[in-house]
T-cell receptor, first 113, second 113 residues
Framework: AQSVTQPDIHITVSEGASLELRCNYSYGATPYLFWYVQSPGQGLQLLLKYFSGDTLVQGIKGFEAEFKRSQSSFNLRKPSVHWSDAAEYFCAGAKTSYDKVIFGPGTSLSVIP | DSGVTQTPKHLITATGQRVTLRCSPRSGDLSVYWYQQSLDQGLQFLIQYYNGEERAKGNILERFSAQQFPDLHSELNLSSLELGDSALYFC????????????FGSGTRLTVV
């Protein structure tokens, strides 16, 4: 079945440290991939998306993600984490541009001052 | 403010009752998506409407129904409510029927007692 997995349920990093959140997908062809962030009590906000082309995509709030077909991964990175980045992060994917978007289980990020 | 408006923000109701959740999409967006978020199931796609017509269906129970009106707002109707229906219900919108990233509302928290 087509799915998106996020191996890490919870991650804690120190403020100013680098961050990498893992995401793996199981779509056959090049899927449509997304990262969303959900702050407490808020809806989800789109950080970035990948459809094709350059495998390194830049998003909002200083985030970037790299698509690696050989590893079926789409990991989210940020070079220096801020306390305000503490939130729930969801990787999501769709087989084509018209398929339903499936969300991963999410990774909860805590930031230590 | 994402531009997607969901009402009410909170809803407490008894088992067996029926409720209606409302969503106004971002201005200009033609597609509306409904998602259910719970601790055990994560984010589950329920249904998509595009310009008034049902476009895709996910894990939506028969007790649930939705529609999109000519002014493009959408309503999700939940009937014969059970304790397990307690969840956050999100509405998202996009300009067309393709997956180029959604704009989410802040959700309706439904508590069934």
């Amino acid at each position: 079945a087509q799915s998106v997995t996020q191996p890490d349920i919870h991650i804690t990093v120190s403020e100013g440290a680098s961050l990498e959140l893992r995401c793996n997908y199981s779509y056959g062809a090049t899927p449509y991939l997304f990262w969303y962030v959900q702050s407490p009590g808020q809806g989800l906000q789109l950080l970035l998306k990948y459809f094709s082309g350059d495998t390194l995509v830049q998003g909002i709030k200083g985030f970037e993600a790299e698509f690696k077909r050989s590893q079926s991964s789409f990991n989210l990175r940020k070079p220096s984490v801020h306390w305000s980045d503490a939130a729930e992060y969801f990787c999501a994917g769709a087989k084509t541009s018209y398929d339903k978007v499936i969300f991963g289980p999410g990774t909860s990020l805590s930031v230590i001052p | 403010d994402s531009g997607v408006t969901q009402t009410p923000k909170h809803l407490i109701t008894a088992t067996g009752q029926r409720v209606t959740l409302r969503c106004s999409p971002r201005s200009g967006d033609l597609s509306v998506y409904w998602y259910q978020q719970s601790l055990d199931q994560g984010l589950q796609f329920l249904i998509q409407y595009y310009n008034g017509e049902e476009r895709a269906k996910g894990n939506i129970l028969e007790r649930f129904s939705a529609q999109q009106f000519p002014d493009l707002h959408s309503e999700l109707n939940l009937s014969s409510l059970e304790l397990g229906d307690s969840a956050l219900y999100f509405c998202a919108s996009s300009p067309d029927s393709a997956n180029y990233g959604y704009t989410f509302g802040s959700g309706t928290r439904l508590t069934v007692v």
